[in-house]
């Protein structure tokens, strides 16, 4: 009996790397990530909550699915290479977290199945040509609007009323800015503000911008959405408050990592929702019949360490419509 119960045991144990073989080929998808940030704090927790997402609809990893993640770092070079590999794989499906995991997609291949979370204008980055009906193998979900950057001076307003002037930083290469700058142009001279801008490339240049505008009162900067600003936080917040100069920022890591306040989506939220869109098109949807769906909702943090850094009273009103107040 022992010697019988011996072979089934083994007999059992050799067959089961052909069934998981078997399993793999017949069940098991694939699914390629590819951050725009570094594999660090936000990053890992807007990946967890994808994750998440996916173990909501029954699509456990090990089990039915399997998942390639690569980090592009905010580094454009590195983002492509990365796509490219990607794209390589031949993945079921492939999850872009950002304008620029998105474009460097996009020009690897029209075919692999891909789902964006966290683009703020995809049709004038060239990603789709229409939002309610995208065709081709692109859809996802779209982190800003335009009428946002108009919300943003006026809050910075709203928050520190002597300010004069904003300086807008963002890199060129990795912003969406181009949808943000005509409603700024127009919201700033309604609030006597004057915009100015900030275009920089690397740690240097964002220390000349900043350290250019000297030390006079009632100025601000707006730190634009970009995994170039994200991965350079500290040092503008730093210099921002040794000089004493509020800061606007879209999304809360900007307002928890010292900036005055946020006020902008949740980028876990939408890494959360874009697993429902990922599940219909691994069980044979198309995703150029899924619509991009925009926010419909932001949030707004206020950071009242860094005002009290900055010796600002924040308006108990303002205070009333934060959804989060960091102490």
């Known amino acids: 009996m022992q010697r019988r119960a011996f072979m089934a045991a083994l007999g059992g144990a050799a067959a089961w790397p052909v069934l998981a073989r078997a399993q793999q080929h017949g069940t098991m998808k694939?699914?390629?990530?590819?951050?725009?940030?570094?594999?660090?704090?936000?990053g890992l927790t807007r990946l967890a909550a994808f994750r998440q997402g996916l173990r909501d609809l029954?699509?456990?990893?090990?089990?039915?699915?399997?998942?390639?993640?690569?980090?592009?770092?905010?580094?454009?070079?590195?983002t492509k290479a990365f796509a490219t590999e990607l794209v390589g794989l031949a993945p079921d499906i492939i999850l872009a977290t950002n304008t620029p995991t998105a474009r460097a997609l996009k020009q690897g291949t029209d075919k692999i199945p891909i789902v964006f979370a966290g683009l703020a204008d995809p049709i004038a980055d060239g990603?789709?040509?229409?939002?309610?009906?995208?065709?081709?193998?692109?859809?996802?979900?779209?982190?800003?609007?335009?009428?946002?950057?108009?919300?943003?001076?006026?809050?910075?307003?709203?928050?520190?009323?002597?300010?004069?002037r904003v300086l807008a930083i963002y890199n060129p290469d990795t912003a969406p800015y181009a949808i943000f700058f005509p409603v700024l142009e127009t919201v700033a001279p309604q609030i006597a503000v004057t915009l100015l801008r900030a275009p920089v490339g690397d740690k240097e240049a964002i220390e000349s911008a900043i350290e250019g505008l000297g030390t006079a009162a009632g100025t601000g900067l707006l730190v634009m959405p970009d995994v170039f600003t994200t991965l350079h936080r500290e040092t503008i917040f730093g210099?921002?408050?040794?000089?004493?100069?509020?800061?606007?920022?879209?999304?809360?890591?900007?307002?928890s990592a010292g900036g005055l306040m946020s006020y902008g989506s949740d980028f876990a939220v939408l890494m959360r929702q874009a697993a429902p869109y990922v599940d219909r098109i691994l069980r044979g949807e198309k995703p150029g019949d899924l619509p991009v769906?925009?926010?419909?909702?932001?949030?707004?943090?206020?950071?009242?360490?860094?005002?009290?850094?900055?010796?600002?009273?924040?308006?108990?009103?303002?205070?009333?419509?934060?959804?989060?107040?960091i102490e």
Do not use: H
């Open 127 to 164: 990603i789709v040509t229409n939002l309610s009906s995208p065709q081709g193998n692109i859809t996802g979900f779209t982190s800003f609007n335009a009428e946002i950057a108009g919300k943003w001076l006026q809050l910075l307003k709203e928050i520190a009323p002597g300010t004069g």
């Open 293 to 325: 769906q925009e926010p419909t909702r932001y949030e707004l943090v206020i950071n009242l360490k860094t005002a009290r850094t900055l010796g600002l009273e924040v308006p108990s009103t303002l205070l009333a419509r934060a959804d989060e107040v």
């Open 239 to 255: 210099m921002a408050s040794a000089k004493r100069f509020p800061t606007m920022c879209p999304l809360r890591y900007y307002a």
């Open 30 to 42: 694939r699914i390629a990530v590819l951050m725009g940030t570094a594999e660090e704090g936000d």
């Open 58 to 78: 029954n699509w456990v990893e090990g089990r039915n699915v399997s998942l390639e993640v690569r980090w592009g770092a905010g580094n454009a070079d590195r």
